[in-house]
Structures are given as C-alpha cells and as structure tokens.
C-alpha cells in the first residue's frame, strides 16, 4: 500500500480591492508580505473584471475590501475577486470587510423591509468564501447569517490605548448614544473604571438620520464625556448627543468610534462646537480633504494582520481579546 506523501507548505495570500488598497499593502507590511499583483478594471459599461498575476491555487487567501464610497462597486468586486479564487482553485478563502456593508439592515423593524445583512452574507458564501472577518459589527448576530467561521474583531483595544494615555479616569464618564450600545459602553466602563451614562433617543421611522428627542440617564455634570460608538454616517445624531451632554453640564465631549463613513455632511457638522475631539480607526478611507485638526485616525492594520495570522496558523483570535470576544 503506498503511502501518502505530503509535499510543500501553506502558501499565505494577501489581495486587495480598488476601494481602499493603502490598507491591504499596510496589513501585508505588517506579516512581511505583498500584496498579490490584480488585474482589476471597469469596463465602459460598468461590468468589473478581476485576474490574478500569479497562480493561486492551494493558497490560503485573503481578499481585503474596504466598503468605502460607492459601496456597491466596492461590494461586487469583492465577490468577484472570492468567485475568481475558487475557480483558481485556492484552498480557503476568507472575505476580509473591516466595515461589513449593509450591516444596519440586520433585521425587520417594519413589514416588507429586507434584511440586507443576511443578504450579504449569502452572496459571500454563493461567491466561494469559506469565513468572514469583520471589525465592530453594527449587530452581534450577523455574525450568524454567514454558514462558516466568522471572526469578529474588535478595534476597543487600538482605542483604549489611545484614551488611556489621554483621558483621567477621575473626571470621566463613559457615554452610551443609545440603547443598542449599551452593552458595548459597559464593557468600555469597566476597563475604564469610570461611571456609565446612558442616552436615550427616540427617532422617526419615517426619516433617516435624524433624532428627535434626547434623555440623559446617568450622572454627566463635570465630567468629560467619552462618546462609544461602532459608526458615525452624517454626524448628525452624535452632534446632537454631544449637544445634549454639554447642556446637562458635560465639561468635554470625546467622540470614539470604529469606522469613519463620513457622509455629507459629517465633516462639516463633527467640527462643532460641542465635540472637543473625534478619535477614529482607518477601516474606511478618510481622504485629507475629510480631516480636520480635532480628527484623530487610529491605524486597524496591525489588528488586522494579527487576526490574519492568527487564522493562517490555526491559531485563536479569541485570544487576541483577553479571551473575552
């Protein structure tokens, strides 16, 4: 009987997408690699085409795109890539989106809404890939709509880092924008060590964007309030929240957030005076023309390539998180 012979060595693959490339050649730096040379074009009619310069077969590959501006190109040409992976016959190919497209669309608030979330995930999986990885999701139980490993990061540690060294725990509080976070700003609060306040807003369903009413639950006066949340889109809530804080008394107001969408007309509204400061991670694209100088942009790439290798080497992520993500 032979025997069964096992020749060569797991073949890590880095590509990238169009929409945000400097973070794919920032997270190949970081595991001492390059990106993978791509034909990628559009022709006149729109159609997207993607070819590898180089044989992918038997590799372990990993297709980075940033859901930037315009979304839906950005989202086909990912499919794209994965569909051309597996018929190139690449081993396992995971879909790394730092921001996961049409994650507010995770469920049905009204009748004949879709929940596009889902959506997503099926066509990730119809495409070929074989696991998702995706910073801060916007709802925890996306992460049940994809059939296959889904390794969620979190950007809390790049983040806390950055406010440790800055903020005094003494005069601060941690600020939840809304019911839905609140469990995120608890866990913000404990690492912290400092109280949690809580605001409560109620929204019109029949307009996108806008907040009509603001109430504060939980101790603000002369504190500086630090702001959690996954995504700041047009700005408009979190300026109003920050509004809210400084009328009950808040001496500052500090804004941490995971991905920068930036909508009209976010940069011009963030720059009000009730925000001190804007602490933000690179997950999306922010042009210079979209900074400002109480902008801080934090860098996801070396928690990027961390998980990465972590995947590759069938190691753990949960690790990478204190064993608590």
Known sequence: MASIKITGQKRLVIISGRAYPELAEQVAAELETEVLPTDARTFANGEIYARFDESVRGCDAFVIQSHARPINEALME?????????RASAKRITVVAPFYPYSRQDKKGRGREPISARLIADL??????????????HAAQIQGFFDGPVDHLFAMPVLLE??????????????????????????????????????????????????????????????????????????????KAAEALKKAGAIGVVVAATHAIFSDPAFDILQAEAIDQVV??????????????????????????????????????????????
């Open 78 to 86: 990912q499919l794209i890539m994965v569909d051309a992976l597996k």
């Open 124 to 137: 990730f999986k119809a495409a070929g890939a074989d696991r998702i990885m995706s910073v801060d999701l």
């Open 162 to 239: 950055h406010f440790r060294a800055k903020l005094d725990p003494s005069t601060l509080a941690v600020v939840s924008p809304d019911m839905g976070r609140v469990r995120v700003a608890d866990i913000w609060s404990d690492k912290l060590g400092a109280p949690l306040a809580i605001i409560h807003k109620r929204r019109d369903p029949l307009v996108p964007n806008q907040v009509s009413v603001h109430e504060i639950v939980g101790e603000v006066e002369g504190k500086v309030c630090l702001l959690v949340d996954d995504m700041i889109d047009t700005g408009r809530t979190i300026v």
């Open 280 to 325: 933000v991670t690179d997950t999306l694209p922010i042009p210079e023309d979209k900074r400002w100088d109480r902008l801080t942009v934090l860098p996801i790439a070396p928690l990027l390539a961390r998980a990465i290798h972590e995947v590759f080497d069938d190691g753990s992520v949960t690790s990478m998180f204190d064993g608590a993500a």
